[in-house]
T-cell receptor
Framework: GAGVSQSPRYKVAKRGQDVALRCDPI?????LFWYQQALGQGPEFLTY????????KSGLPSDRFFAERPEGSVSTLKIQRTQQEDSAVYLC????????????????FGPGTRLTVL | AQKITQTQPGMFVQEKEAVTLDCTYD???????LFWYKQPSSGEMIFLIY??????QNATEGRYSLNFQKARKSANLVISASQLGDSAMYFC????????????FGKGTHLIIQP
């Protein structure tokens, strides 16, 4: 079956531009997560959705970052007025259930969007 | 303080040998889950293995096993009979059920399998 897909795979933006990154989770997955991975680092959590509800946005680095999942499936991460420090790979992950205590909580990741801000 | 520590930035291993990737974690929660992911150069994070804090047996998935030592807060990944395709970054991650909803990752270990 299809895994998590993300688009675009690569995005180059000029400083100050707005960008929108799309994530298509695995069909039927309730939970959706966004992570930011800087070069040479592990991913860092940004935000979490359960269906269409954004339950945790504690990792969003500033109010320039905004995420939505209006119909509980596809999600968009928007970054306004991009800065050079926003350059990173943005990873999306989905899991079958809510953030429960079983192994089906395993998060499955997409290939990421590499954002370069010039 | 770091919640996930991976002390081996890089490792070189001969093909067909077993390899152990170290991971220690820090939490005051009693309920948590530990995960290992593989990230090849293509960038996708591939789930390998999961261990719950209440699981009494070490998790195994094919050539992967997790050496879980709860008292030492250690969750090392063991890969048996390494293959050239195992060359990748490996990340240890944790989710604390009383904490944020996302995973907390270590900095990773870059494993290179040599023929």
């Amino acid at each position: 079956g299809a895994g998590v897909s993300q688009s675009p795979r690569y995005k180059v933006a000029k400083r100050g531009q707005d960008v929108a990154l799309r994530c298509d989770p695995i069909s039927g997955h309730v939970s959706l997560f966004w992570y930011q991975q800087a070069l040479g680092q592990g991913p860092e959590f940004l935000t979490y959705f359960q269906n269409e509800a954004q339950l945790d946005k504690s990792g969003l680095p500033s109010d320039r970052f905004f995420a939505e999942r209006p119909e509980g499936s596809v999600s968009t991460l928007k970054i306004q007025r991009t800065q050079q420090e926003d350059s990173a790979v943005y990873l999306c992950a989905s899991s079958l259930e809510g953030t429960g205590r079983t192994s089906t909580d395993t998060q499955y990741f997409g290939p990421g969007t590499r954002l370069t801000v010039l | 303080a770091q919640k996930i520590t991976q002390t081996q930035p890089g490792m070189f291993v001969q093909e067909k040998e077993a390899v152990t990737l170290d991971c220690t974690y820090d939490t005051s929660d009693q309920s948590y889950g530990l995960f290992w992911y593989k990230q090849p150069s293509s960038g996708e994070m591939i789930f390998l293995i999961y261990q719950g804090s209440y699981d009494e047996q070490n998790a195994t998935e094919g050539r992967y096993s997790l050496n879980f030592q709860k008292a030492r807060k250690s969750a090392n990944l063991v890969i048996s009979a390494s293959q050239l395709g195992d060359s990748a970054m490996y990340f240890c991650a944790m989710r604390e059920w009383g904490g944020a909803d996302g995973l907390t990752f270590g900095k990773g270990t870059h494993l290179i399998i040599q023929p």
